[in-house]
């Protein structure tokens, strides 16, 4: 498999760029953090103060690929809201520069903390939300005091690594063997120790991955948000929202074959906004 970035949307995208768009929210992409560590980011800026904030923490390597569109979708749907939201990608991944192979879990925190910086500039001294999504929740929840955050909502959560890690070796190995994905090729496509699903990672990535585990120690309001089928359903929170199975199948999905639908997902989007907004503004 070849590896895949998200295409960059410009080499020289500037903070102060504005997207047209159809919602009551403005879209603003750009770069942000130090010279030795640009992160790309996209800002979703109310038309109105903001009352909160989220930082979208993305998922990792195919699935980022896979959800981009969907989770930019669930970003307007907060701004238009009232709710400033930042997405970015992670040092080495998507169009944040250095390259895959820099990509690090153990290096992460540098890289929130950044993004949190750069969520503040829009927001103010409002409430933020750190939402990690599928295997980033494992990453985040470990750093949700030093960012300060007021809530943390995990998405449909990786909540065993070294399991999810041992699922990914398999998928990858089934998909080099694949007739269908390499119908010229005779065995398997070739591979490097480091790849894995198409990227070319850190040699430790995959410990570094599956030794991280889901704080059970989080001293702010915590939210689950997952299918009836999905790992999140076993996790202690403090609050439980079900997906429809229809929002369940894109973690095992690789091909861009359609939209994750977002209409699906809009009925737990009213209630987040509706209830544990509420809660984390007013208590």
Request: glycine share 6%; proline share 7%; with cysteine.
């Amino acid at each position: 498999m070849q590896a895949k970035r998200i295409p960059r949307i410009a080499e020289n995208v500037l903070c102060d760029w504005e997207l047209p768009s159809m919602s009551e929210s403005t879209l603003k992409p750009g770069y942000f953090g130090p010279e030795s560590r640009r992160l790309f980011g996209v800002r979703h800026i109310p038309r109105v103060a903001p009352r909160a904030a989220v930082l979208i923490c993305p998922p990792l390597l195919h699935e980022h690929v896979r959800s981009y569109r969907f989770f930019s979708q669930v970003a307007s749907r907060f701004a238009d809201d009232g709710l400033a939201c930042l997405r970015f990608d992670y040092y080495g991944t998507g169009d944040s520069e250095g390259d895959d192979s820099q990509f690090h879990p153990d290096q992460v925190t540098r890289d929130l903390q950044l993004a949190a910086l750069e969520l503040r500039e829009v927001s103010g001294d409002v409430p933020m939300i750190v939402m990690g999504v599928r295997a980033s929740a494992l990453l985040v929840c470990r750093e949700v005091p030093a960012l300060g955050a007021s809530a943390i909502w995990l998405w449909q959560p990786v909540d065993d690594a070294a399991a999810y890690v041992q699922s990914l070796d398999a998928r990858d190995r089934s998909e080099r063997a694949s007739d269908n994905r390499y119908p010229l090729l005779r065995g398997s496509a070739p591979a490097q120790p480091e790849d894995l699903m198409g990227f070319r990672l850190n040699p430790d990535f995959r410990k570094a991955l599956a030794a991280c585990t889901l704080s059970s120690d989080i001293s702010v309001p915590s939210v689950v948000v997952d299918s009836a089928s999905g790992e999140g359903r076993g996790i202690h929170a403090d609050a439980h929202y079900q997906l429809p199975e229809a929002l369940a199948a894109w973690t095992t999905e690789i091909d861009l074959d359609g939209l994750i639908p977002f209409r699906a997902a809009e009925p737990t989007i009213r209630s987040l906004l509706s209830e544990q907004v509420q809660r984390v503004c007013h208590g």
